[in-house]
């Protein structure tokens, strides 16, 4: 999955250390089943056969690319795990990060899409329709990792209060601070243009939060940045907000929300709370004014009491408040240009 997982919980308590370890185990295990980068992993198996013929995959990753698919039909589009082929072209996968020719990007918009996937939940296969369509999990998987073992930890004999951290962009805050009492944990959001900079602390209970943003996966050509989110309805890389940060009760649907909101905005994400009244939502964008320099934040269905914001420009809306008129700009134009 290419990133660095960490558990915090109280060492002290009976098992703990013994079940951290089987978690990380798990990992491992689900990092074989995940990963592009090697080739013997489940996916690239996947990849490498799954267009000439449906192939039987494993429940627990037939359960994730469904679960992909209906984010990716909440967000029209938005959300595809049918990108790798585009995140090649790009040189986000083995590089080199360069700006692929027009021929070159429109045959991995053909070979991309959602709509070229093939379920048969009765025999439990996937097929592709077309050649090249390349499964990338990239925006999920981590998350799923995540919850994988929250759910190990609560089927555990003794469970534990534990932080849960993929990466440092995905986590999962399992029950309350150890030795307190009934604290929720806390964690902090930095200003990704100062990254020693805490900006917004949220305080969760049994919830995940997922961010992206292109600011430290991206490269820069005659004056324009490119980063690692690419909008799969345009093949390009749009240059979004600062960030997007979700609140969600799964870790994986934090990460796959924050990736399609990177590439849609605010309105989008009204939208999906409507539907899905668990989630928040925070967008951190660049200050319309350079005076101070501070980004300006939207706050989206957050409890004013679970969210602290620092020496920054912030406005909230609730769940049936309409998004300010300043901030419906943020959605990205289709086109990433």
């Not at 929250?150 to 030795?179: D, F």
């Not at 939060?209 to 749009?238: E, M």
């Not at 939208?271 to 899905?276: D, F, K, P, T």
Request: glycine fraction near 8%.
């Amino acid at each position: 999955m290419g990133t660095t997982f960490e558990l915090r919980f109280d060492a002290a308590t009976h098992g703990a250390v013994a079940l951290a370890e089987s978690c990380f185990d798990l990992i491992d295990d689900l990092e074989m089943m995940m990963t592009i980068y090697r080739d013997d992993s489940t996916l690239a198996r996947i990849n490498a056969s799954y267009h000439s013929a449906p192939v039987v995959v494993p429940q627990d990753l037939f359960d994730l690319l469904n679960l992909a698919r209906s984010i990716h039909q909440a967000t029209d589009g938005a959300y595809d795990i049918t990108t790798g082929t585009l995140s090649r072209i790009w040189g986000f996968v083995k590089g080199p990060r360069r700006v692929p020719g027009e021929k070159e990007l429109q045959d991995a918009l053909d070979r991309t899409g959602m709509r070229y996937l093939e379920f048969d939940p009765g025999n439990r296969t996937i097929r592709s329709a077309r050649k090249g369509v390349e499964l990338n999990l990239g925006s999920i998987g981590k998350g799923y990792a995540i919850d994988r073992v929250v759910h190990r930890i609560r089927s555990a004999i003794l469970p534990i209060p534990a932080m849960v951290h993929g990466g440092r962009s995905s986590l999962y805050a399992l029950g309350h601070q150890p030795g307190t009492l009934f604290e929720p944990w806390t964690i902090s959001l930095h200003n990704p243009a100062a990254p020693d900079d805490s900006i917004v602390e949220l305080k969760l209970v049994d919830q995940a939060v997922g961010t992206s943003g292109a600011t430290f996966q991206s490269f820069h050509v005659d004056g324009r940045t490119y980063g690692h989110i690419i909008d799969p309805r345009s093949g390009i890389p749009p240059e979004g907000p600062l960030s997007v940060t979700v609140i969600a009760p799964t870790a994986a649907e934090a990460d796959a929300i924050s990736t399609a909101l990177y590439l849609t905005g605010p309105a989008m994400a009204a939208r999906l709370i409507e539907a899905r009244p668990g989630l928040g939502v925070l967008f951190l964008r660049r200050p319309d004014h350079q005076d101070s320099g501070l980004p300006e934040l939207l706050v989206m269905n957050v409890p004013r009491e679970r969210i602290t914001v620092r020496d920054i420009q912030a406005e909230f809306v609730g769940p049936t408040d309409k998004v300010p008129d300043s901030w419906l700009g943020e959605s990205i134009d289709r086109s990433g240009k």
